[in-house]
C-alpha cells in the first residue's frame, strides 16, 4: 500500500465547525448552492468531514462541512467526530466558526473557541439565525469569545450570506497559477454495500487516512463523502457511501436521505466497489445492490471484505463459489479478496478499478465485431420461432459507457433471451469487457441508416 497518497487540494479550503445543531450544513448548502449535506434538527447529523467546491464572484474555493465539535465529550462516536472536525480545521486556510444566536453563548461554545485559538489559525465568528435587524442587536455578547467581529447571518434564508463570501474571499489567499486541478479526468469510484460491512475501514484503507468515522454501529456514515485521489496511475473520487438498507427499515427521513445518497453515488459513478461481508456471505441486500449497479450501467467489482475470517475457516473455496453463485448476474465483475483490516488484497483494488473502467469506455472495431457474428451464426444459429428464423444483418457498437451493440436483424419480436444471452457471452469470450454490463439492442434493419 502507497502511503503517499494524497488528497488533492489546489483551492483554498474553508472549514465550517462548532457545536451540534447550529446550523452547519445548512450554511455550507447555501454557500455551495445545492442541497449536498445532510440537513437535519438532530444534534450530530453531519459525522463525516465532506468537501464540496464553492464559487462566488468567480472565484473558486472549497468547503469543508464538520460534524458537531463538542471537546469535552466522553462518549467514543462524539469523540471521534470532534476528531474528523478539527483535521479539518488543520489542514484548512481559514475557519469559520458558526454559533446559534438563539441560544445565545454557551460552555460549550467558549471551549470549542479556545480550542481554535489554539491552532493558530485565521478564523471568523459566523452567528447563525439572525432573522431579523432586531436579534442583529444582539450579536455584541458573541465578542466574549475574543474571536473578532461576529457575522451575523441567516443561513437558512440567506441574510448578510453574501457579505460573509466578501469577507471570505478576502481572508482567503491567492490560489497559485496551475494549482488548481482540472475535474474531469479522475475516475469517479462508489463505495457501495450494506450496513457494517466494512465500507468505511476499506475506504480509510485505500486513502491511508482516517477521512469516514469507522464504527462498529451500522449506519454510521450518513452523507456520501467524496476524496480526490492522486497516486502513481491516475487520480481517484471515492465517494464512500451510507450503508443500503431495506426499505422496510427506512424509518426516519435522515435515513432516507442517506439511502438516496447511496442512489446518487451509483449514479455519478464510473466504477462501484460492491463490499460484501465474505464472513456472512452474499444476502439479498447484497444482490438489490448488484442489480441497482447493473442496472444503471456502471462498471463493477465485487469486494469480499473480511477475508481473514473466511480463511480461517477452511471454506474459502465454498464461500467464493457461493458469492459467484449467488452474484451470478454479474458473474463479469472481478472478485476480490480482500481484509480491509490487515491490508490483504487491498494492492488488488485500484489495478482492478483501471481495468474495469478501460473495459466500460472501450469501443470495438466494427470490422472485428461483424466476423465474430459470422462465426458464431454458422456454428450456432439462432433457433426457429413460430416457424420463422430470426436473421441477423450486421452489428456496430453505437455507444461506450457501457458497452452497447446493435445487431440489425430482419424481425426483432423473434427474438430469443436465450440466444442474446449467448451473444453476449460469446462478445465476452472474443474481447476483454471484465467488469462492465453490455447492452445488446435487436433493431430492423431499415434503421441501420440512423444507428451507423
Same mark, same amino acid.
Given at each position: ?88 480545521? %488543520? ?42 435587524? +432586531? ?69 480509510? +484503507? ?15 456514515? %450518513? ?9 502513481? @496511475? ?34 455519478? @459513478? ?14 439479498? *441486500? ?52 480482500? @481484509? ?56 456496430? *457498437? ?9 445487431f440489425f436483424v430482419n424481425r426483432p419480436d423473434l427474438a430469443d433471451p436465450a440466444y442474446e444471452r449467448f451473444l ?20 430492423? %434493419? ?7
Open positions: 500500500m502507497d502511503n503517499r497518497r494524497k488528497v488533492i487540494s489546489g483551492l483554498p479550503l474553508v472549514a465550517v465547525v462548532g457545536r451540534p445543531n447550529v446550523g452547519k450544513s445548512t450554511l455550507v448548502n447555501r454557500i455551495v448552492a445545492r442541497s449536498e449535506a445532510i440537513v437535519e434538527r438532530v444534534p450530530g447529523v453531519t459525522r463525516d468531514r465532506n468537501y464540496f467546491t464553492a464559487s462566488w464572484r468567480g472565484r473558486d474555493f472549497r468547503v469543508v462541512d464538520t460534524g458537531g465539535l463538542d471537546p469535552a465529550a466522553e462518549e467514543g462516536l462524539t469523540r471521534a467526530i470532534g476528531r474528523q472536525a478539527m483535521a479539518a480545521v %488543520r489542514e484548512s486556510d481559514l475557519v469559520l466558526m458558526l454559533v446559534d444566536a438563539v441560544e445565545g453563548v454557551t460552555p460549550v461554545d467558549q471551549e470549542v473557541a479556545r480550542e481554535l485559538r489554539k491552532t493558530g489559525k485565521p478564523v471568523m465568528l459566523v452567528v447563525n439565525k439572525v432573522d431579523n435587524a +432586531a436579534r442583529e442587536e444582539e450579536v455584541v455578547e458573541w465578542y466574549s469569545l475574543g474571536l473578532g467581529d461576529p457575522w451575523p447571518v441567516s443561513a437558512m434564508h440567506g441574510r448578510n450570506v453574501g457579505d460573509l463570501l466578501d469577507a471570505v474571499l478576502e481572508a482567503l489567499p491567492e490560489t497559485a497559477p496551475g494549482e488548481a486541478e482540472e475535474e474531469g479526468t479522475e475516475t469517479v469510484v462508489a463505495i457501495v454495500g450494506r450496513p457494517n460491512v466494512g465500507k468505511s475501514t476499506l475506504f480509510n +484503507a485505500l486513502l491511508a487516512e482516517e477521512r469516514s468515522i469507522t464504527s462498529e454501529i451500522p449506519g454510521t456514515t %450518513r452523507d456520501a463523502v467524496d476524496t480526490l485521489l492522486e497516486t502513481g @496511475s491516475g487520480r481517484y473520487r471515492f465517494i464512500d457511501t451510507a450503508g443500503w438498507r431495506r426499505r422496510a427499515r427506512v424509518r426516519e427521513n435522515l435515513e432516507f436521505y442517506s439511502l438516496v445518497r447511496v442512489w446518487r453515488a451509483i449514479d455519478r @459513478s464510473q466504477v462501484a466497489l460492491l463490499v460484501v461481508d465474505a464472513s456472512e456471505g452474499v444476502t439479498d *441486500q447484497d444482490q438489490k445492490i448488484a442489480a441497482r449497479i447493473k442496472e444503471d450501467g456502471r462498471a463493477c467489482v465485487v469486494v469480499l471484505n473480511k477475508w481473514d475470517l473466511v480463511k480461517g475457516s477452511g471454506k474459502a473455496e465454498e464461500v467464493l463459489e457461493e458469492a459467484r453463485e449467488k452474484l451470478r448476474f454479474i458473474d463479469y465483475a472481478p472478485f476480490l479478496k480482500v @481484509s480491509a483490516l490487515t491490508g490483504a488484497g487491498l494492492g488488488k483494488i485500484l489495478p482492478a478499478v483501471d481495468r474495469v473502467r478501460a473495459n466500460w469506455e472501450s469501443r470495438v472495431q466494427t470490422s472485428k465485431l461483424n466476423d465474430l457474428l459470422h462465426r458464431v451464426l454458422a456454428q450456432s444459429p439462432p433457433p426457429t420461432r413460430r416457424g420463422k428464423r430470426l436473421q441477423f444483418y450486421y452489428v456496430t *457498437q453505437a455507444r461506450s459507457a457501457p458497452p452497447q451493440f446493435v453476449e457471452r460469446k462478445l465476452r469470450e472474443t474481447f476483454d469487457l471484465e467488469g462492465t454490463p453490455l447492452r445488446i439492442v435487436l433493431r430492423p %434493419r431499415h434503421r441501420l441508416r440512423d444507428a451507423t
